[in-house]
């Protein structure tokens, strides 16, 4: 089979990886082809071929969409992103079509993705059947949220096939961030959570680091790093009043779409015992060997932390409940531990640190192999 998947990120890179590991599972039994719109990424994955469309995002106040490329305007980039979707279409003609969290998310995008849907249904496109992609948790509407529901069912039963959760019912279900489940008419399947898989039992990083066994390893980390710049501050100014206590070494990465300024503030703080830096390839390795790790809640980090199943404080993004919700449920199954804004305090934060690391490690029996069954669901709805 051919598959066409859809993601657009216009924030963090959360979506993006999270529809990378699906990418790659998906790889190793059919042709896949990414198609990206966001911000660039460095992305290297083999059997992936990747279609990028001209690039938007988010804007500084995160109101509006921009475009990434200075000067290009909206509207143009509008219209060109539209022609190059259909033209992909007529080229590519992919057995399925999936659409990363829409329509349940990215309205803005409604001006290329609706005419798709549509002329893959009037018969104006090549024939292929459309399944949509979703998180366990929807960013919550403040405002029109029984319109913004109905449209969302409307358009699943209209165009959709079918619908991949990637979450562990028993964990956290959509229910409860979308009331008209009972209204989609459409199969629905819940694939387990998706992570990367385990890192290699064998890890260097340790000796990389020049840290004895009994030296206490901490990982701060905020995702994309947009958004964060509060908890790394913090982090740095509880594990300064750490020193005397015991042994133990910091290390920070700020994210990729970290202000430069605030990455060379930070990196100025850098010693012997604690490291900076922007970015790692090998994240689930840092963590296999960490003693704890402090860092947002987004979905991507809680299914690392899981995987590794260490000691772990989350600080959710403030600006809705997703994480907040994530993390209040993953509590009750794990050593994940949620992490309040009124905790941030330095000698509030020292306290919560040194009690962390002296959890144990916890194994748990959630479900994160969602990327597998993921192939196996659309290869099932495929035969039928």
């Known amino acids: 089979m051919k598959i066409s998947y859809y993601c657009q990120h216009v924030l963090g890179i959360g979506h993006l990886h999270r529809s990378l590991e699906i990418c790659k599972a998906i790889a190793d039994e059919h042709e896949i082809k990414l198609v990206l719109g966001g911000p660039r990424a460095d992305i290297a994955c083999s059997g992936i071929k990747l279609f990028h ?22 509207e143009d980039v509008k219209r060109e992103r539209k022609r190059l979707l259909i033209a992909h279409f007529m080229e590519y003609q992919p057995d399925i079509f999936i659409t990363e969290l829409y329509p349940f998310g990215r309205k803005a995008f409604r001006f290329e993705l609706d005419p798709i849907l549509s002329g893959i249904r009037d018969g104006s496109l090549p024939p292929c059947r459309c399944y949509c992609s979703v998180r366990d948790i929807l960013v919550e509407k403040l405002h029109g949220r029984e319109k913004f529901e109905q449209r969302v069912v409307q358009t699943l039963n209209d165009y959709f096939n079918g619908v991949l959760i990637h979450s562990d019912p028993t964990v956290i279900t959509l229910d409860k961030t979308f009331s008209l489940m009972a209204d989609i008419h459409i199969p629905v399947s819940y694939t387990g959570f998706v992570s990367k898989p385990p890192p290699p039992a064998v890890c260097q990083i340790r000796h990389k680091l020049g840290i004895t066994a009994d030296t206490r390893l901490i990982v701060a980390s905020i995702g994309g790093g947009n958004v964060g710049a509060d908890l790394l501050q913090a982090v740095l100014d509880a594990c300064s009043r750490l020193k005397r206590e015991f042994l133990f070494h910091l290390q920070l990465f700020c994210g990729p779409y970290c202000p430069h300024d605030l990455y060379e503030k930070l990196k100025g703080q850098s010693s012997e015992t604690i490291s900076v830096d922007i970015f790692t390839d090998n994240f689930p390795e840092w963590l296999s060997t960490a003693d704890l790790s402090i860092s947002m809640a987004g979905y991507n980090t809680c299914m690392n932390l899981l995987q590794a199943g260490i000691p772990a404080l989350v600080y959710p993004f403030r600006q809705n409940r ?19 804004v009124a905790d941030l305090p330095p000698d509030i934060l020292q306290e919560k640190i040194k009690e962390m690391l002296y959890s144990p490690h916890t194994p748990v029996t959630i479900d994160l192999d969602g990327a597998r069954r993921t192939v196996q669901q659309l290869n099932s709805w495929q035969k039928e």
Request: hydrophobic fraction near 40%.
């Open 53 to 74: 469309l001209p690039g938007l995002k988010m804007d500084q106040e995160f109101q509006n969409m921009v475009p990434c490329t200075t000067g290009q305007q909206l």
């Open 322 to 340: 997703e994480q907040e919700m994530r993390a209040l449920a993953l509590e009750k199954r794990s050593a994940v531990r949620l992490l309040p």
